[in-house]
């Protein structure tokens, strides 16, 4: 079994996720979560084409002591125009991505990722977002990384999504150490709750991404994005009442959300991405202060509402 720090780092952010970042605030974010005591750093080809990747396998040099989890599943094609990028993140390259789960498309994946990160192996490679793919995934993709553990080249396997049904599947099915499940577990969304049951039989850990649902319960006062959509009314009062209970007991809404999934017996971790020093720092900070007990039966009365 893979040690799976408590707070991880998601790298998606210093791919440029929906806003350009500068090398400099990149590598003072990576360097930030270090000194707060971030282990586990998360990253994907996807996230900026391998931008992420790359800085984040530079800020990470000459360190030793973290839990290092990237993904595969999308190959990134040179050779095309120069353009900017169509999905969500604000670069501009002639690599073009495409979907993968072929066993050689899997090993090149990950050989791939080693030269961007500059690593001779990471800790955990995930499935990503196999939803279309599902049985090329499980006959295919998962013996490649079998393989793979088995040379070394990494130490666990995972599969990542935001649905929670394929994953239980490949818990069913396979030998998976890992699964990373993004906002199916949170203080607005427990329908991953059978996924989680099912990891706690079976001796998986989980990792919980997503833990604001992209935005809504990122800051003490509800506003933004449900899984990356306007928020529905209803929902964001849910969100707004959640946190006026929070505040009753001196909690914040985000300390509340990143300490919830912890509660489970499957959740090992929880990733939170951040765009700069100050982001990472403050979430650190409310991930390692207490939440009342008394607070969580009144919470479960506003999200069973």
Known sequence: ?????????????????????????ARATVDAAWDSGVRLYDTAPHYGLGLSERRLGAALRERSGYVLSTKVGRLLEPGYPVEPDTAGFAVRSDLRRRWDFSAAGVRRSLEESLV?????????????????????????????????????????????????????????????????????????DQSGLPLLDECAARGVQVIAAGVFNSGLLATPEPAGTFDYLPAP???????????????????SLPQAAMAFPLRHPAVSSIVVGAKSAAEIRANAALAA?????????????????
């Open 116 to 188: 961007r990160l500059g690593v001779p192996a990471v800790d955990l490679a995930l499935i990503h977002d196999p939803d279309d793919h599902v049985e090329q995934a499980l006959e295919e993709a998962y013996p490649e990384l079998d393989r793979m553990r088995s040379e070394g080249l990494i130490r666990a396997i995972g599969i990542g999504m935001n649905q929670w049904k394929v994953p239980l599947w490949f818990v069913q099915e396979t030998d998976l150490d890992v699964v990373m499940l993004a906002g199916r577990y949170t203080l607005l």
């Open 289 to 305: 202060a207490p939440v009342p007990e008394a607070l969580w039966p009144e919470l479960s009365s506003v999200s069973s509402e």
């Open 233 to 251: 009314p209803a929902l964001l009062d849910r969100a707004r009442r959640l946190a006026q209970t929070c505040e009753r007991f001196g909690v």
């Open 1 to 25: 079994m893979i040690d799976l720090p408590r707070l991880g780092l998601g790298a998606a952010p210093i791919g440029n996720l929906y806003a350009e970042v500068d090398d400099a605030q």
